[in-house]
């Protein structure tokens, strides 16, 4: 009985310093995803790691509340609305419609972190500098076209028109593609462009564009990323290699990739995030993109396209098949 | 008053069900008849009143309607002069309106339909009295949805919503079919009242040879497009039931009916 | 969670009065006029894209909504004439219109799937004399649901008129519009144009309340309008003293609450369609109680 008694006396003692410990803030964040999608979970998980690494953990200071508007609108306004009513410390929104609605519904209130918005400035989240419209900001997928050009180039020396598939009136992809339009010329590239409207038609549009095309590239297109093996299908037996936008194309058969890794997207976005809650003033920091780009190539596929890597990429990339 | 000329109609010409109608089949009516239309099935009397009222063309002939060829105006257009009686009860009233709007409805059919309030609040007592003469009650049930009448409600409602309106040609289309044998004959009285009041011309297809043979001035029976026997006044008076039952057996047997 | 799901009442009556505009259009094609109208899956977009352009080129909030709600009605014809003129069934007519619109809305738009309205624009909710007289978190709400409330009183008012009656009796009982000599083709062309008058102006409201254009903003809109009116009239079946316009205005924020809800119900986020349609099935069986019909001859 007196055993029971101390051990009781000594849990209620551990509660209540518990509680004397726990009496730090606990921050609520509302996590707002536009879809169920490969790159935007990763960009999520990140996030969540990112926050860790910066001192806010799950449990112990910090409460998230995931929501996901499964693509559709009217959800997506519901959720930001949500989470703006509730009062959470900061959102996050993950994909350029789940931003914009975001940043319109907080109207200031509340700081709103983005990431995987492709284009901020043309989205409306950011001005030309950078810096938020309105309590804003985060981090941007646009494509490391550059350096995407630059290997390309370094593997096929001969090379010259790159084909381009995208999504017509995707505002993402459009800003994409100008970036290759307009930097191909320097690397001794043409673009060749075929836009379709929905999945099914890229079947229809690939036997015209490879008959054009020496290689293909791709965006970060959710349309067509969705449909790679079809894409692929058609290129492995015409001897056209395909360079992807991140790593998971490459493992599904693409030769390489100046990759964007959600992840570390959304680590980056989540340190973004700590320095709002700790106080910096979100619309002070200029969105940013993503910090490295990554070389992932795939062996067996270069192999089977014939490609070499030169040394100094073989040096600096990551064999997905290993 | 109305005269049919030479009317040719083949169903489903040049198919294995090819089957011609009417080859050159002639009616005239005259100004006030009223004609009963009898016949087995697929004698073509209710052929006849969609050719009339224009839901079906003609393949060759002529419509006239007192004076003016109306073979091809469209069957909205006719109904300005001709109004039409179903078998359904339900075609002839909207189920979801109530009895009041639905003669508001039948009273807006020679004005604009505009703006203007779909009921017209000082025509309610002229409703209310037109509905009191069936004997039915409807005139204390202006609020209830015609849905929710029966059937012989529904028909009387549809009568009184034409008589709302001065019309040239009543055309009966076998209007007490679905009716149980009290409401028939209800509905029966009204017609030949509404029909005798206005003066009107009308032509009733029915399959109850003893309302053709009470009612109307005219008796018309029609067999595999043919009009077979057509007696009018005395001599229809004249015509007794078990006449006539005879040659309709006998056209029926031979049918196979 | 019920603490969270009260504290988003009043945005989810906001989103509830707007789609509210929807739902009336709905409510004259699917329940006045028994047209299945899958217009709307393009004339609601057509709305938002003409309204978020035309203000993002400068125009006022008023003629921006206007112009949309004018282009609306053009797609209903459109709709009406392929049905009737061209005996195209109703269903596909709907189709044929959704699918070109789809194409209309991006020339509209310039090419761009996403357009932002900046915050200095002038909206029916910004930046003008009236919204800024109004506290800031009742602007929105005041200025919809007047837009409703006059839009409903309108639309009582038209259903009582002569040609109100006639719309309703084209779509109750088409024989009747044919005896009333009238081309019943017409009346439900005249139908479709107001409806999707109205479902343009809900699109552009829309917009300019979330101060951004989506090109997906179109799929599922009938499904939405459709869930709106049939709750709401079910809602309602029993009291007759309320009007369907009522009814159903009260189907959308209905709708919209079930969304919160499921929102807020702290659920795995991927059940929360599978909620809201529970919601949804729990309301409709509460209202479905047996009628008795009076027996027809």
Same mark, same amino acid.
């Given at each position: ?32 995803? =536009? ?11 990140? =996030? ?53 609605? +975001? ?85 001794? =590239? ?6 379709? +409207? ?85 619309? +002070?920091?200029? =969105? ?35 | ?9 083949? $169903?489903?010409?040049? !198919? ?11 009616? @005239? ?13 697929? @004698? ?26 109306? !073979? ?13 009686? $179903?078998?359904?009860?339900? #075609? ?17 059919? $020679? ?64 209007? !007490? ?23 009107? !011309?009308?032509?009733? %297809? ?8 009470? $009612? ?24 007794? #039931?078990?006449? %006539? ?13 | ?297």
């Amino acid at each position: 009985m007196k055993k029971l008694t101390a051990l009781i006396l000594a849990l209620v003692m551990l509660s209540t310093l518990g509680g004397a410990l726990a009496a730090e803030k606990t921050y609520r964040i509302g996590i707002a995803q =536009f879809a169920v999608h490969g790159s935007l979970d990763n960009c999520r998980l990140g =996030f969540i790691e990112g926050l860790k690494e910066a001192g806010f953990e799950e449990g112990k200071n910090l409460v998230i509340d995931y929501q996901n508007a499964q693509a559709d609108m009217g959800i997506a306004a519901a959720i930001a609305a949500a989470f703006v009513d509730t009062q959470v410390d900061l959102i996050c929104a993950i994909a350029t419609p789940m931003a914009v609605v +975001s940043n319109n519904a907080s109207d200031g209130k509340i700081p709103v972190i983005y990431s995987a918005v492709s284009a901020p400035i043309e989205a409306g989240l950011a001005n030309a500098q950078g810096l938020g419209e309105g309590n804003t900001t985060g981090t941007s997928d646009l494509l490391p076209v550059k350096q995407q050009l630059e290997t390309i180039r370094a593997m096929q020396p001969t090379a010259k028109v790159i084909g381009i598939l995208y999504t017509l009136g995707e505002i993402n992809s459009q800003v994409q593609l100008k970036l290759y339009q307009e930097m191909a010329g320097e690397y001794g =590239f043409t673009v060749e462009p075929s836009g379709i +409207s929905a999945g099914p038609d890229i079947a229809l549009a690939l036997p015209a564009l490879l008959s054009k095309v020496d290689l293909l590239t791709m965006l970060t297109d959710n349309t067509v990323v969705q449909y790679l093996d079809t894409v692929l299908d058609a290129t492995d037996p015409a001897k056209i290699p395909v360079y992807g936008s991140e790593i998971e194309q490459v493992v599904r058969g693409c030769v390489a990739a100046e990759g964007l890794d959600y992840l570390a997207l959304g680590r980056q976005t989540g340190a973004l995030a700590a320095r709002v809650l700790k106080g910096e003033d979100a619309a +002070s920091i200029p =969105f940013e993109l993503i910090q490295e780009s990554a070389l992932y190539y795939s062996a067996k596929a270069c192999q089977a396209m014939g490609l070499t890597l030169p040394p100094d990429l073989l040096a600096r990339g990551q064999d997905v098949d290993k | 008053m109305l005269e049919l000329q030479h009317i040719r109609k083949i $169903y489903n010409p040049g !198919t294995v069900r090819e089957l011609c109608l009417f080859e050159d089949f002639s009616l @005239s009516v005259g100004k006030g008849e009223f004609i009963s239309v009898v016949g087995s099935n697929g @004698s073509g009397k209710t052929s006849l009143l969609n050719i009339l009222c224009g839901s079906i063309p003609v393949d060759a002939g002529r419509l006239v309607l007192d004076g003016t060829d109306i !073979t091809r105006q469209k069957e909205h257009v006719r109904a300005r002069r001709i109004a039409r009686i $179903y078998q359904n009860p339900a #075609l002839g009233t909207c189920a979801k309106m109530t009895i009041l709007e639905n003669m508001a409805l039948a009273d807006s059919k $020679y004005k604009r339909m505009n703006l203007r309030p779909g009921t017209d609040k000082t025509q309610i007592g002229r409703y209310r009295q037109m509905l009191a003469e069936l004997g039915l009650g409807m005139e204390n049930m202006l609020q209830a949805r015609a849905g929710s009448l029966s059937g012989g409600q529904r028909q009387a409602l549809a009568l009184t919503m034409s008589r709302l309106n001065p019309i040239d040609f009543l055309v009966l289309d076998e209007h !007490t079919a679905a009716l149980d044998p009290k409401a028939a004959e209800i509905i029966m009285r009204l017609t030949h009242q509404m029909v005798t009041e206005g003066k009107l !011309t009308a032509i009733m %297809v029915t399959h109850n040879l003893r309302f053709a043979l009470d $009612y109307g001035d005219r008796l018309l029976m029609l067999h595999q497009g043919q009009a077979i026997l057509d007696k009018s006044g005395p001599d229809k008076a004249a015509l007794r #039931l078990e006449d %006539v039952l005879q040659i309709f057996n006998q056209i029926s047997i031979e049918c196979g009916n | 969670m019920l603490s969270s799901f009260v504290a988003t009442l009043p945005s989810t009556l906001e989103q509830g009065l707007i789609y509210a505009v929807l739902a009336l259009g709905l409510m004259l094609t699917y329940a006045i006029l028994d047209f299945p109208d899958l217009t709307v899956d393009g004339s609601f977009p057509l709305g938002g894209a003409v309204s978020t352009s035309l203000i993002l080129a400068g125009w006022g909030p008023l003629p921006a909504l206007l112009a949309a709600t004018l282009l609306g009605a053009l797609a209903g014809l459109c709709t009406g004439l392929i049905h009737v003129k061209l005996k195209v069934r109703a269903l596909f007519s709907g189709i044929i219109m959704m699918t070109a619109l789809y194409s209309i809305n991006l020339r509209i738009t310039g090419g761009l799937s996403l357009l932002s309205i900046p915050r200095s624009q002038t909206t029916l909710f910004r930046n003008n004399p009236l919204a800024d007289f109004l506290p800031v978190d009742l602007r929105v709400l005041v200025i919809v649901f007047s837009i409703i409330l006059l839009l409903k009183l309108l639309l009582d008012g038209f259903l009582s008129t002569r040609a109100g009656y006639l719309l309703r009796a084209a779509g109750d009982n088409e024989t009747v519009v044919t005896s009333l000599a009238r081309d019943k083709g017409n009346v439900k062309i005249a139908g479709l144009v107001l409806a999707n008058a109205l479902v343009a102006l809900s699109g552009a409201i829309l917009c300019q309340q979330q101060r951004m254009f989506e090109i997906s903003m179109g799929t599922g809109a009938m499904v939405l309008g459709l869930a709106s009116v049939i709750i709401g009239i079910n809602l309602f079946r029993k009291l007759e003293l309320v009007r369907t316009t009522t009814a159903v205005i009260i189907g959308a924020i209905v709708y919209k609450l079930c969304v919160a809800f499921a929102i807020s119900c702290g659920l795995s986020p991927m059940d929360m369609k599978l909620v809201t349609a529970a919601l949804f099935l729990t309301i409709l069986a509460l209202g479905a109680r047996p009628r008795k019909e009076k027996a027809n001859a």
